[in-house]
């Protein structure tokens, strides 16, 4: 079992950046790893992931060259680089291990493991 502690929210103006940062309280390397958000009044909804081993990145088509998920193994640590951030990008973040460190997974259920969330607000 690993534990989840996201950090790195809060409140930003349209255009601007964030750095979410997910520390694991152990190793992650056979953990795929999984950013997900629910706004207020809203579903679980697939940010990003990236698999153990070779790290092979998959993104949801509304972020898609604006954020960039990343791990480093070495600190048992993923991130989500926000950049261009939007009103609509205002949700709680949160960060999720996969047992399943292969292949792709868009489901927020299929994740083992959550954290807590970071609020992200964006401001017009």
């Known amino acids: 079992q690993v534990q989840l502690v996201e950090s790195g929210g809060g409140l930003v103006q349209a255009g601007g950046s964030l750095r979410l940062s997910c520390a694991a309280s152990?190793?992650?390397?056979?953990?795929?790893m999984g950013w997900f958000r629910q706004g207020p009044g809203k579903d679980y909804e697939f940010v990003a992931r990236?698999?153990?081993?070779?790290?092979?990145?998959y993104h949801a088509d509304s972020v898609k060259g604006r954020f960039t998920i990343s791990r480093d193994d070495a600190k048992n640590t993923v991130y989500l680089q926000m950049n261009g951030l939007k009103p609509e990008d205002t949700a709680v973040y949160y960060c999720?291990?996969?047992?399943?460190?292969?292949?792709?997974?868009?489901?927020?259920?299929?994740?083992?493991?959550w954290g807590q969330g970071t609020q992200v607000t964006v401001s017009s």
């Open positions: 152990g190793p992650i390397t056979n953990y795929a």
């Open positions: 999720a291990a996969d047992r399943k460190r292969v292949g792709t997974s868009e489901i927020w259920n299929e994740y083992d493991y």
């Open positions: 990236i698999t153990g081993g070779r790290g092979h990145t």
